[in-house]
């Protein structure tokens, strides 16, 4: 007794489509994990603390992000601004990242700081209009000020999807905050 | 109780909005347009289209937001060119809003008709529903070479492949503008918004403002007799309304009953035909002179050109 080439070859198929099915799925997967399910914590150039600058020091945000309240964008401090306050500091003058922000600042370099809070480009968040509605910087952007290392926190804003934008919008009844033009364009 | 199907109805209904917080409007005077195309070159810089080359131009897959048509009025020698600005008119009834399946092209309170890139899945039955033609898609995922990356505005998205775009009004400028009027607490004011069309019109053109404050520049525009819409026929209640062009009928005649009757709304209606659909038709006999054939004819008007 044999089995027939073409009752073979159909099972041959079978386990084919089931393996690409999982590839597939196991694709997906891992992007959600990384993508969506998870906190997002890159490891930026120098080991910047908020906790140590927010928090102990009570630094206030819009000391170094100074365009919040009056643009789209909450901009990053030059390395003017960090130099200005650290050539004083010299208590700390010899900590290794203090040392790694002089070369860059010798060097007339930019810092290639990495983004944490990031919208798809077919979003445009405006961080000025929520400061003038009374938005807390935390309610967004979490303790930051509790943070050695800046994390998106998927727990308390779903890692900036649209929902959880449109909650808020509706809660808070923001004028034309449900129309889409409001934000993409 | 409302049941999917009913809200589907009542969102599909045209003219959704009875009444608009601001209904932003542009007003077109064809007597000043001198055709220089300033405004094309502004909408390509402030709207990051791209450029997309002499073969996909010839496929007729180009991307121009806003498109200067031209006309012949008359016949050679005694022939007068006509531009008409073609842009999305912004309807209020827009057939476009009542064909996509998935709501990426809407009515918003602004009486802007929105077009939601991230939602269009890209059928492109919106381009085949609207009578203006001034609905792109997106052929291709297009890049800009090393240096003109640089210049694409941070405010409007780049499209990606797969999707539809049409004028938006420049509604990044919009926004800005009453963002800017909200940290006063007052509207708008007059000229306050403008797109880029508008602010790079050497000859004033373009009016853009809000039809709602009778004060406003285009309010003014709307009253005056030449003004008509593009296809009026159709009911789509454009926001782009045209000033029809007033100059001297030209000898020949063949466009004076163009020019001849201004209250005769036929006639205004006109003006926005192409010219051998008002005049003559060149596919027609009768005004073709002996021994011509109608593509001879239309290479001496491009010569003219």
């Not at chain 2, 016949?75 to 060119?81: D, G, K, S, V």
Request: aromatic share 8%.
């Amino acid at each position: 007794m044999s089995i027939g080439v073409f009752e073979a070859a159909r099972s041959v198929i079978k386990g084919l489509i089931i393996a690409v099915l999982a590839i597939i799925g196991a694709y997906i997967g891992h992007w959600a994990h990384g993508a969506i399910l998870n906190d997002y914590t890159p490891v930026q150039p120098i080991e910047f603390s908020h906790e140590v600058h927010a928090g102990e020091n009570e630094i206030p945000c819009e000391y170094c992000h100074s365009w919040a309240g009056r643009s789209a964008t909450a901009g990053v401090p030059s390395v003017e601004t960090c130099v200005g306050c650290h050539k004083g500091l010299t208590e700390v003058r010899d900590k290794p990242d203090v040392v790694k922000l002089f070369d860059y600042w010798e060097r007339g370099e930019g810092i290639p700081w990495v983004k944490v809070h990031d919208t798809p480009d077919f979003v445009h968040f405006r961080h000025k209009p929520h400061i003038r509605g009374g938005v807390e910087c935390q309610t967004c952007h979490g303790p930051v000020e509790e943070m050695a290392r800046v994390t998106r926190r998927v727990d308390l804003n779903e890692n900036l999807r649209m929902p959880w934008c449109i909650d808020c919008h509706t809660e808070e009844d923001v004028a034309n905050g449900r129309d889409c033009l409001t934000c993409h364009y | 109780m409302s049941t999917i199907r009913d809200k589907l109805r009542e969102y599909r209904t045209a003219g959704y909005y009875t009444e608009f917080e601001y209904h932003w409007t542009m007003a077109v005077d064809l007597d000043r347009c001198t055709g220089c195309e300033a405004c094309v070159v502004a909408c390509q810089a402030e709207n990051n289209l791209p450029i997309v080359g002499e073969k996909l131009m010839r496929q007729g897959r180009e991307m121009k937001w806003l498109r200067i048509e031209r006309y012949w009025d008359g016949e050679y020698p005694n022939a007068r060119l006509n531009f008409i600005p073609m842009l999305c008119q912004h309807c209020d009834e827009a057939p476009c809003e009542i064909a996509c399946p998935v709501f990426a092209t809407y009515h918003n309170q602004d009486g802007l008709n929105a077009q939601v890139y991230n939602r269009c899945i890209g059928t492109r039955t919106c381009a085949v529903y609207c009578p203006y033609e001034v609905r792109f898609f997106n052929w291709f995922t297009y890049t800009w070479d090393e240096p003109l990356e640089q210049q694409l505005n941070p405010d409007v998205t780049v499209r990606e492949k797969g999707v539809m775009e049409k004028c938006t009004f420049c509604v990044q400028r919009i926004n800005r503008a009453k963002d800017l009027a909200r940290d006063e607490d007052r509207r708008v004011a007059d000229g306050e918004a403008q797109p880029a069309c508008a602010q790079a019109c050497p000859t004033d053109a373009i009016v853009f403002g809000d039809r709602n404050d009778p004060e406003s520049a285009v309010s003014r525009k709307l009253e005056d007799p030449r003004a008509y819409s593009v296809l009026e026929e159709l009911n789509t209640h454009p926001s782009v309304v045209y000033l029809k062009n007033a100059r001297k009928p030209l000898a020949g005649g063949a466009d004076d009953d163009h020019h001849g009757d201004e209250s005769d709304s036929r006639a205004s209606r006109e003006g926005a035909r192409p010219t051998w659909e008002r005049g003559h038709d060149p596919r027609s006999g009768p005004a073709l002179r002996e021994g011509e054939t109608p593509s001879l004819q239309t290479q001496q008007a491009d010569t003219v050109a």
